[in-house]
């Protein structure tokens, strides 16, 4: 059975917001390069946005597959990571992980820690929302998007059991 959708962040204003980001992270990387760790699925749509509204800076593109929900909505505070990362595609690098939404922080946390120990020059997170009245470890994303209540987010990425990630705003599930 379908959901109701609420809207909570329409498409313009999303849209936006990006804007805003790209141009604050190539003001602070101008001339340099950035590896871009995209955790897809959810992280793919705002990272397309988001190297669009980026100028003088060169973008190289990684992908990692991360799941923790497992076809429900539960966090299961566990992430599951797809894929291999190899530390040479990071080592002396600027680093920038890139993700839909920072909500027990658990996924963030542990891939971050992966990435440090490559040897990268440095390493950033970016989420598109940030849910911190559920983070359960120390972590803070360098950059977000929007701050958003403790709702079950769906849009722009974002899935309820892998459905309504075309949505082009920012909604939740009532
Ligand atoms: P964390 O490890 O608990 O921070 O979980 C982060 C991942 O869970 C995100 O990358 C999302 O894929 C997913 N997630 C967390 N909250 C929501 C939500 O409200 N809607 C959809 N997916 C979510
Ligand atoms: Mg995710």
Redesign the pocket.
């Known amino acids: 059975m379908n959901k109701q959708i609420k809207e909570l962040i329409p498409q313009q204003r999303v849209l936006e917001r990006i804007a805003e980001l790209g141009e604050q992270i190539s003001r602070e990387y101008a001339g340099k390069s950035i590896t871009m760790l995209i955790?897809a699925n959810?992280?793919v749509f705002f990272a397309v946005d988001l190297i669009r509204s980026m100028k003088n800076v060169a973008v190289y593109m990684e992908c990692i597959r991360?799941s923790?929900?497992k076809k429900s909505?539960v966090?299961s505070?566990n992430?599951e990571i797809f894929g291999t990362l190899s530390a040479e595609d990071f080592k002396d690098n600027h680093i920038l992980i890139v993700?839909?939404?920072?909500?027990?922080?658990?996924?963030?946390k542990r891939i971050c820690e992966q990435i440090e120990n490559f040897g990268a020059a440095s390493v950033k997170v970016c989420a598109l929302l940030d849910?911190p009245s559920?983070r359960t470890v120390d972590l803070v994303p360098d950059y977000r998007g929007f701050e958003v209540e403790d709702?079950?987010?769906?849009g722009y990425g974002?899935?309820?059991a892998e459905k309504y990630r075309e949505l082009p705003f920012i909604g939740?599930i009532e």
Do not use: A, E, M
Request: proline letters at 3%.
């Open positions: 955790l959810g992280g991360v923790s929900y909505c966090s505070g992430p993700d839909d939404i920072v909500d027990t922080g658990n996924t963030l849910k559920r709702k079950f987010i769906v974002l899935d309820y939740y």
